[in-house]
Structure formats: C-alpha cells, structure tokens
C-alpha cells in the first residue's frame, strides 16, 4: 500500500512538473496563430481565405493578390521568429490546441517559403516529361521540419503534401482563368474536389484514399472539361522517394484520357480493358488497355462517357465498386489502382431517363459532379472575362504576353461579331478565332449564328425608334469601319477621335 502510495505521489509530480514546463501561448499569439490555421484549411480560391488572408495582413480588399500575400508571409515570419527567439519554435514545446495552431503555422511558414521552388520544379517537370526529377531543395525544407519538431516520416508526407498543393494550385490557377463568379466557384470545385472541402480532414484521413472517389464532369462541347480533369488529374498525392531524392512518380504520367466516342463499341472494351492474343479476330497480340496502364498514382480520364453501351457500363460499374477487371478473352483477375474521371457533353438526366445510361453506374460514377460553365454564361456574367482570355490564349500560342495581338483580336471581335455573339463552339471557338485573326485579321463567327447587315440593323432601328443614340452612333460607325477598314478614317468621317470611335463599335452591339 506504502509502494502504491509513493508510485501515485511521482507520477503526479511528473505530471505537475510536465504540465508547469510546457509552453503556452500568450493571448495575442492565440489569436494570430488561430487565424492562420483557418487560413490554410481554407480553400485559396474562396472568398473566405481571401478575408483571412486581408485580416492577417491588414491590407484593405481592393489590395492586389500577389501583394496581400506577401504581407501575410512577412506577418507569419514575425511572429515565428519571434517563437524561435523565445526558444518554442518547436511542436513538441505545446500540447492541445496551441500544438495545432503552431504546426499548421509552421507547416503554412515553410511550404510558401518554398513556393517559388516548387513552382519552379512543376515546369521543369513538365518539361522532362515522364522521368522524376531529383529536387535539388528537398534537404533545406526537410531539415526545417525536422528542426520545428516534426519526425522524418511526417517530413516526408508533409513534403509531397506540399508539392501535392502546389500541382494543384498551379494548374488550377493557370489553366481554368476567368474573374466570371461562375469560374471562381469551378476553380474552388476543383480544389475541393482534390483535398475536400477540408484540407484538414484530408491530410488526417484520406491523403491515400482519394481513388475511392470518381468525378463525373458536366458541360458543353469545348468548354474545358478536358482542362478541368487535367488540372485534377495532375494534382494527385505522389510520394517523397528520400532515398533516391525525387518523387515516386511524374506527374506527367498521371492523366491517362480515352475519348470513348473515337472507338467503335466492338473496340471500347479492348481500350478500357486490354485483350488476349487470339481473344478475337486481329488480336494478334496481347494489348494493355488503359486501366492496366494506369498506376497507383494515376487518373483516367473516360471522355464522352454518355457514348457508351450498356455492356460497357457494367463492367466499368464493376471497376469502380471492386477495383478488379479481366482483360477481353481472359479470365485473370487484375487490380485497378487509380481514380477515375469522366465527362459528357449529353444531357445526363436524359439518358438515364431514356435509359441509355444506367442509374446504378451514375450513383457509382459521381462522387463528385462538376458543371464546366459555357462561355456565353461566363460572358454574360463579366463582360471583362474576355479580355482575360484573350490575353491568356495569346501568351499561350506566342509563348509570351503580347497586349498588341489581343487588341487585335479584341477589335476585330467587337467589329464582327459584335459583344452579344454567343460562341456556339465556347472556348474551343474562342481559341480557333484567336488564330484566324492572327492568320486573316478577320473572323466571322459560326454560320449557324446568324447577325443582320449592318445598314439593315441600322435603318431598322431607326425606323422602329427602338435604338438609342448611344447604339445608334455605334452601328454607323461599324458600318463606315465595314466600307473604310481603319478607326481613322471613321474618326475622320463622324468627326470623332479615335478612341472615342472604337468606343462606340464595341459597345453597339
């Protein structure tokens, strides 16, 4: 009983003495570090990571991105130094809630001290193509884990975490532009649709888990849904490879598409699944379909998936709910490893209504369902956004950004087409259109979209009194613009300057 007595007494002495030389944070710490870490579990293209992000810096909203964070780095790394002064720049020097706060902000501190880097390392990448890259500063930034506390194995995970987000915000970010609200909320689908609506929650639980969960993708023909799954696609969690210092895999090799509409269905089965030598006429050798090509890091991405047969959707149903599948003319058992995304341009709810698409490979098939917004929405939304994408597909053909070619495109749009032209084709037009005027300085929309003459728009407004002065100004002086060809003489002829003139043309229609 004396023993029991003694053993209780030191273990609570050991407790007590723990307890009084663990580290708190003060107040104002508590406060700013707490904020930070609803920073970085939110999503970076929400409105409410933008407000942490102007609290945390001071800055008001009408502040430029880039700028805000900068500012929010600089506040971080004042208050983490000032740990490290104080000797608590350390996980293991906090327990309960401080420990979260100050690893989320350590964790936040050395992943944007890097974010250059990493960036830098992406386009390399992209670059090389399939071969990993060695990554001349993954020493530095796991030396800085391991000195705030953190073990070698978290290191490491936390190490392709980051370059996990930083795939992910890259592609996401540079790939899908827009300031139209229907593009912000894709952009922060596609983020969620990566890490959750809670990055938390993923990096505690589903990090390795994420082909349980397939993607069905929505939208018109030329939207961008195939931009929308590479950018998914490419942002897989890839594992830190210490030893040989790269990543285990590239992220290159990480989007194997199949657009099922280009195979007859005889032929479907054999792409998805592979076949046997002799399993059917022609087969005159064994053939790895794209489900064996697919690693464990990988994605496949299935376009036009409303095209396929009913046979087809019950085997792909299998795939999805078991992981196993049999090559055509085989009865061998092979594990599918990756995750699945798939996209159609048909209206879905039609298909199953009719039949054509089963409800049991729908429920299976959309964990997530993502709409890729058509241009003319994104248009009708900002007007502005076409600018942006202009300037985007420009940089994008000449490999740098030209003012000069998009005010190009730009005038020949507003003089042509007029600012109401609805883009049948959505951005796969907008592109084509980018390059017709580079090649003819001229483009005429789809034919299906049809548009009075000019001198006819013009005289019926007049007659009807349906045009106001504004319009009415603009439409003549597209019509002198149509006969003349240059803003000068149009300018000249309306009595005009320039500016003014070219004013008008774009916004008449």
Known sequence: MLIKNYIDKLCLY????????????????????????????ANPFSDERNRFDLEISGLSPDTASPEILDKVFQAVDREIKALEKKGQADINSFSGDD?????????????????????TLIMDQREAGDTPLKVSFAGKLMSALIKYGFREAEACRYFAIFYQMRRAYFFIERSLVGTSPSMRQLRLNLWNNVFTYDIGLYEKYLWNR??????????????????????????????????????????????????????????????????????????IETHKG???????YSTIFLDEIGETAIPVQIKLLQVLQERVYSPVGGHEKKRFQGRVIAATNRDINKLRANGRFRDDFFYRLCSDTITVPPLRQRLE???DELDWLLSHTVERLIGKPSPELADIVRDVISIELGNHYHWPGNVRELEQCVRRVLLKRSYSGDKKETRPDEKTHLLSGIESGSMDAQTLLG????????????FEEVSRRVNLDRRTVKKYIQSAK
């Open 290 to 296: 794209i489900l064996e090509q697919c690693g464990q």
């Open 381 to 383: 939304e900002d007007p």
């Open 475 to 486: 439409n003549y002086c597209i019509m002198l613009y149509q006969r003349f060809g240059t």
């Open 210 to 283: 994420m082909e349980d969960f397939s993607t069905l993708l929505l939208g018109e023909t030329g939207t961008g849904k195939g931009t929308a799954a590479a950018a998914i696609g490419r942002s897989g969690f890839i594992p830190y490879n210490e030893k040989e210092n790269c990543f285990e895999d590239s992220f290159t090799r990480s989007l194997i598409s199949l657009n099922l509409s280009q195979f007859p269905e005889a032929l479907i089965e054999s792409e998805l699944f592979g076949h046997r030598k002799g399993a059917f006429t022609g087969a």
């Open 14 to 41: 050991v407790y007590i003495f723990c307890m009084e030389s663990e580290n708190k944070l003060t107040v104002k710490e508590r406060k700013f570090f707490s904020l930070v870490t609803r920073a970085v579990f």
């Open 99 to 119: 420990h979260e706060r100050v690893k989320n902000s350590l964790l936040f501190y050395v992943y944007h001290q890097y974010a250059q880097a990493f960036d």
